[in-house]
């Protein structure tokens, strides 16, 4: 596969589509970066719904917070097993995934798509980006926020509560039902994000990515292996450290592009069990 050519396959399709991507006209996103300027990404994933969670579908609006830009939309082929319970909510079955990208594939293109964004996601864990993010050689750099989060900061909302998205769409009273779709589920969350973002902005005086992110920082999650814990706290203790294989980090955003927007579905939406994380490779085991 070459660095300009990706083939998707989008829930539905029969086949894996050419992925065409289009320039992205707007400037690396910064703290200082007004919020009518900046784009932004939505993100969603479906899992295997087992430990360690591996991606079958990845969904994404890049939008900013007067309109949509376009959209990303893929399966995932991934030989594990498959949750009896999670199947039974994303609807993902074996075959649908013949012929879909492995999962680096689909990051590396998820990643060109999201360059110079802001990513948004439903999370209040910071999962989804997690995921994403998950087996590379560095970090996320993209500057995310969790929508759950900002519900907290500007909806009356009991202490600790971490909203839903369907509970947001109809308190927010927005046009869109969330199922259990990825790409249905990102519509979802930027129209959430929108309509936050637009409380925020009048009861906070909020103008800049920067004042956002202060007030709503993504949460850092200890999601080492509980034996990885372990021979940490040996190691510090003086005890001799274990050999094997290394623990990669996650993604630089590339330079690259957003694709056109096709044709949106109705949103459907869903939330996953999502403790009991591990370190390893989002897509197909090796």
Known sequence: MSNSQFFLKPRGAAAPVPWEEIAVDAPEVGPLTPMDEAQFVALDVETTGNSPFLVLELGAERFTLDQTLSFFDTLVDCRAP???????????????LIGAPVFKDARRAFLRFAQGAVLVEHSHDAFDTWLVGRGLESPLEHPIIDTTALARLVMELPKGQVPGLQRLVTELGLDITPAHAALDDARATAMVFRALVKRAMEQLGLKTVGEVLTLVPRPVV????????????????????????????????????????????????????????????GGSPA
């Open 82 to 96: 498959i949750n009896p319970y999670a199947r039974r909510r994303h609807q993902i079955d074996r075959s649908m």
């Open 222 to 281: 200890d999601r080492t292996p509980p034996n990885r814990k372990g021979s940490a706290a040996n190691r510090a203790r003086g005890a001799p450290a274990r050999t094997g294989q290394p623990r990669s980090a996650a993604p630089v955003a590339p330079r690259g592009a957003t694709s056109p927007a096709q044709n949106a579905r109705p949103g459907r939406s869903r939330r996953r069990r999502r403790s009991g994380s591990s370190g390893s490779p």
